[in-house]
């Protein structure tokens, strides 16, 4: 079957320190993966993603790579801001073998200044 | 080009009433997908529509939920009789088919809550 499994939080980071939240993922077939940002009281906006294997999706200052070998996707930025703080929602989308997402159980970062 | 529109914003209803949860697609979106988000938890797909046509309800609980996406007018999640339960938040998505990878563009939810 489908599933997103993801770090867990909450995750508290200072300005400026690197982040990495893990994501791993099981699947059947080819699926695109993206990870959605969640600010308070507001909808999931797109962040980024990929739709093959060792594709690397990128947006403001964050990055994540499609790693089939180790079912990976983890987030990462080099260097956080307080206007980061949020709940970061890691999905896979099966594509052909299904039209719904999946989504793991989302991860709060909040950045202190 | 007005994003994804859901309405309310939130909504609260006593145990037994009925809550009905508006969603009106990005211009040119003609598939509509409903996820529910429970407390500390990520989103659970529930329904896939196209207009007229209910796709995949699988994730749909099999009494109490309906959900429709006429020809004209917004997509309706209905809930009738409502428990402490169902209280959650509703998020609907839209999407326009784009060979076999389909972006979802999320709103900004339906909070609903249930006394």
């Known amino acids: 079957g489908n599933s997103v499994t993801q770090m867990e939080g909450p995750v508290t980071l200072s300005e400026e320190a690197f982040l990495t939240i893990n994501c791993t993922y099981t699947?059947?077939?080819?699926?695109?993966l993206f990870w959605y940002v969640q600010y308070p009281g507001e909808g999931l906006q797109l962040l980024l993603k990929?739709?093959?294997?060792?594709d690397k999706g990128s947006n403001k200052g964050f990055e994540a790579t499609y790693r089939k070998e180790t079912t990976s996707f983890h987030l990462e930025k080099g260097s956080v801001q307080v206007s980061d703080s949020a709940v970061y929602f890691c999905?896979?989308?099966?594509?052909?073998?299904?039209?719904?997402?999946?989504f793991g159980t989302g991860t709060s970062l909040t950045v202190i200044p | 080009n007005a994003g994804v529109m859901q309405n309310p914003r939130h909504l609260v209803r006593r145990r037994g009433q009925e809550a009905r949860l508006r969603c009106s697609p990005m211009?040119?979106?003609?598939?509509v997908y409903w996820y529910r988000q429970l407390p500390e938890e990520g989103l659970k797909f529930m329904v896939y529509?196209?207009?007229?046509?209910?796709?995949?309800e699988s994730g749909m609980p099999k009494e109490r939920f309906s959900a429709e996406f006429p020809k004209e007018g917004p997509s309706i999640l209905r809930i009738q009789q409502v428990v402490r339960g169902d209280s959650a938040a509703y998020f609907c998505?839209?999407?326009?088919?784009?060979?076999?990878?389909?972006?979802?563009?999320f709103g900004p939810g339906t909070r609903l809550t249930v006394t």
């Open positions: 998505a839209s999407s326009e088919p784009q060979g076999e990878r389909h972006e979802q563009y």
């Open positions: 699947a059947t077939g080819y699926p695109s």
């Open positions: 990929a739709t093959k294997a060792d």
């Open positions: 999905a896979l989308s099966p594509g052909a073998s299904g039209n719904q997402f999946y």
């Open positions: 211009k040119g979106h003609s598939h």
């Open positions: 529509l196209q207009k007229e046509n209910i796709i995949d």
